[in-house]
C-alpha cells in the first residue's frame, strides 16, 4: 500500500506564499503520476497539479504561473510552491498518486490514492 500524509497547511493573506510536503511511503515504486487536488467548501474535487516520472508537469489554469510542483525522491516528498495565493484557493489540499500506466490522461481529474489532506485558508 501506499500512504501519503500532508502537512505545511495554515492560513495566510491574500497575495502571500505558502508550500505545502506531501511524505510518501509504503510501495511507492513505479508511480507514474503524483500530484495535488483541492477540495473548496460546497465544491467538487478539483486537480491542480500533477508530476510525471519523466520529471514533466501539468497545471489547472486556475493555478497556472502561481503554483509550481517538484518532487525530492531522495527523500520521498512532493511539495507544491504556492505564491500568489487568493482567496479562491481556500480549500483542504490532498496529496494523490498513481500507478497506471493511463494515469497521464486523467491525472488532473482522478488518481488512484490520496492522503488525508492539510487545511489552506487564504483571507483577503
Known amino acids: 500500500a501506499v500512504l501519503l500524509l500532508e502537512s505545511g497547511g495554515g492560513s495566510v493573506q491574500s497575495g502571500e506564499s505558502l508550500r505545502l510536503s506531501c511524505r510518501y511511503s509504503g510501495y511507492t515504486m513505479n508511480m507514474v503520476c503524483m500530484g495535488w487536488f483541492r477540495q473548496a467548501p460546497g465544491k467538487e474535487r478539483e486537480g491542480v497539479a500533477a508530476?510525471?516520472?519523466?520529471?514533466?508537469?501539468v497545471y489547472s489554469e486556475s493555478v497556472e504561473g502561481r503554483f509550481t510542483v517538484s518532487e525530492d525522491s531522495v527523500n520521498s516528498i512532493l511539495s507544491p510552491q504556492m505564491n500568489n495565493l487568493k482567496p479562491d484557493d481556500t480549500a483542504m489540499y490532498y496529496c494523490a498518486a498513481d500507478r497506471s500506466v493511463y494515469c497521464r490522461a486523467r491525472a488532473l481529474r482522478e488518481l488512484g490514492v490520496y492522503g488525508q489532506g492539510t487545511l489552506v485558508t487564504v483571507s483577503s
Open positions: 508530476i510525471f516520472s519523466d520529471g514533466t508537469t
